[in-house]
Structure formats: C-alpha cells, structure tokens
Nanobody, 123 residues
Framework: VQLQASGGGLVQAGGSLRLSCVAS????????MGWFRQAPGKEREYVAG????????YYSDSVKGRFAISRDNAKNTVYLQMNSLKAEDTADYYC?????????????????WGQGTQVTVSS
C-alpha cells in the first residue's frame, strides 16, 4: 500500500484546512487509518484515527472538537478536516495505515506511511 498525503499549506489562526491521503496498490477499506503530526524538535504524535469501515473514530484531546477524520473507500481516500486552527497545530502531518484495522495511537503499530504534508498556522 502506498499512501500520498496532500492539502497542507499556510493558514491564519482560526482558519481551516482539509488534508487528504490517497491509498494505492490495494484497497484500503480493510485498514485502519491514522493521522499523526510532528513539529520541529518534537516527537511524532497521534492526531486522529478511523476504522476501515469508517464507523469508528478516535481523536487526541488536543484536536477533539476541532478536527474531523473521515474516509471515502470508493476513492481509497482518508480526509482530515481541520477547523479553528491554532499556532500549536503547526507541524508536518502524516497519514498511516495498519492491517489490524484497529485505531492504535502508537506510530510503531502502523505498517504503511505516507510522506508528510506541511501545515503552518500563523498567529
């Protein structure tokens, strides 16, 4: 499975962005997908995850109520809608997939990774 993330950019605080992650090589509907982020000088942290069917989601406390993860399995695409962005959301964002179809919060439990897409929030 190859993952391609896109949609990052520069936005003012309070603004919105939508990230996309397209999976290719195999249908991703049996994989749980996650979004992680890594700010300069910090460890990679979990942001949000979604089960293969899309029926289950889980968010980190730092983004709950502001971000929404969704997926369109017909398009093999997972989305991360980010609203009310804050300067502390600035990071490189990565999408990941795991074969166990479980929303893990540890990056080591994901099998496939996309390249990062940079999100910069100006205050």
């Amino acid at each position: 499975v190859q993952l391609q993330a896109s949609g990052g950019g520069l936005v003012q605080a309070g603004g919105s962005l939508r990230l996309s992650c397209v999976a290719s090589g195999r249908s991703s509907s049996s994989y749980a997908m996650g979004w992680f982020r890594q700010a300069p000088g910090k460890e990679r942290e979990y942001v949000a995850g979604i089960t293969g069917s899309g029926s289950g989601t889980y968010y980190s406390d730092s983004v709950k109520g502001r971000f929404a993860i969704s997926r369109d399995n017909a398009k093999n695409t997972v989305y991360l809608q980010m609203n009310s962005l804050k300067a502390e959301d600035t990071a490189d964002y990565y999408c990941a997939a795991n074969r166990r179809n479980y929303i893990f919060q540890r990056s080591a439990q994901y099998d496939y990774w996309g390249q990062g897409t940079q999100v910069t929030v100006s205050s």
